[in-house]
């Protein structure tokens, strides 16, 4: 069924232009598929923590805590508190990709296509990747005012889920531009995924009844982080290629912010390699790189080879990602007892 509404959605977003209504039924439908569906992974122990806040007050971070207790306080019930959180979110997400991009209709609706239907069992990083979303938005004015303000949303974002502490890095972006930045980049890369790995069995004997850790170190990569790798490769190849075509043509697309963003996601990898669990920041930056293809392609104008060649590639990097991610889900849920 929600597979059926989302192409219906798709459909008529196709053919029709209304820059109102369609995102506005596009977020009900989205909010209404997210809350009313108890058949996800986690979804039954949300339920308990949100009528047990003191007894499992520290389950969860304390923004979650704190934000649950005043809806509960305030007389909601559980779907009503999912609904007005899922409503906020995906209207910021609309919001924030209107400002970022153009087509943010359809960039919603590939958010539908993924990755909609793995952030609905996760709440927490639901919340906080929207306030991620915000803090990028404000860090593309690269100020210092911008930087200080993206960096308050991030530990903000992280009062919700604790990952979102590893966006602090895209302050590189603006705080820290050397010459090389992009070897530097590489080569710290590939130095952490094995600094990471080499220091994850030294954690597992130092801290044994470390919960958090033993669901991290749980869920094997075996090597799945050299696909992610491949995807993130793809990311970088088109907009350093989108970058050059549109400074060789004097063309006025800011594509630098997506560039950049896709550089500086190359340390998302060490994470990725201690655990797929991590695979959440890729899922948070897919949305970025939506924004980044709807800003670079704002009309059609015909589809020659390279424009069909580098939607292909970013469609191949989707399905690979989608793949993968289904993979790790399903891996996680079964053999973990995890709340992701």
């Not at 404000?138 to 308050?152: A, F, H, M, Q, W």
């Not at 170190?217 to 995807?231: A, C, D, H, R, Y």
């Not at 104008?301 to 970013?314: E, M, P």
Request: aromatic fraction near 18%; charge should be positive.
């Amino acid at each position: 069924m929600a597979y059926l509404i989302l192409f219906f959605l798709v459909v008529i977003t196709a053919k029709f232009k209304s820059k109102i209504v369609i995102p506005v039924l596009t977020i009900i439908c989205f909010a209404i598929l997210s809350t009313y569906n108890d058949n996800l992974p986690d979804r039954t122990y949300y339920y308990l923590y949100y009528h047990s806040l003191e007894v499992l007050k520290n389950e969860f971070e304390i923004g979650y805590y704190l934000l649950n207790k005043e809806f509960f306080l305030h007389g909601f019930d559980f779907y009503s508190f999912l609904l007005t959180v899922f409503l906020f979110c995906y209207t910021a997400i609309f919001l924030v990709s209107n400002k970022l991009g153009e087509k943010s209709r359809f960039t919603l609706i590939l958010y539908g296509i993924f990755p909609f239907f793995i952030n609905l069992c996760q709440i927490r990083t639901m919340i906080a990747v929207t306030i991620t979303y915000c803090a990028l938005l404000v860090l593309k004015k690269e100020t210092i005012r911008s930087i200080i303000v993206y960096t308050v949303l991030i530990l903000v974002a992280a009062q919700f889920h604790s990952s979102s502490y590893i966006f602090l890095l895209f302050a590189v972006l603006v705080c820290w531009k050397p010459r090389y930045l992009e070897k530097i980049i590489f080569i710290a890369t590939f130095i952490l995924v094995l600094g990471v790995n080499v220091l994850r069995s030294y954690l597992v004997e130092l801290f044994p009844e470390w919960t958090k850790l033993e669901v991290w170190t749980s869920s094997k990569t075996e090597g799945s982080f050299m696909i992610v790798f491949l995807v993130n490769l793809i990311w970088f190849y088109l907009f350093h290629k989108f970058k050059k075509r549109d400074i060789k043509n004097n063309e006025q697309n800011d594509l630098s912010f997506y560039y950049n963003v896709t550089l500086v996601s190359f340390l998302f990898l060490p994470f990725i390699s201690f655990s797929l669990q991590f695979l959440r920041l890729y899922r948070a930056i897919i949305m970025i790189n939506y924004m980044g293809m709807a800003a670079k392609y704002k009309e059609v104008k015909g589809y020659s080879a390279k424009r069909i060649g580098d939607i292909g590639l970013f469609v191949l990097s989707m399905i690979i990602l989608i793949i993968l991610d289904e993979w790790s889900i399903i891996g996680i849920v079964l053999n973990e007892n995890s709340v992701l």
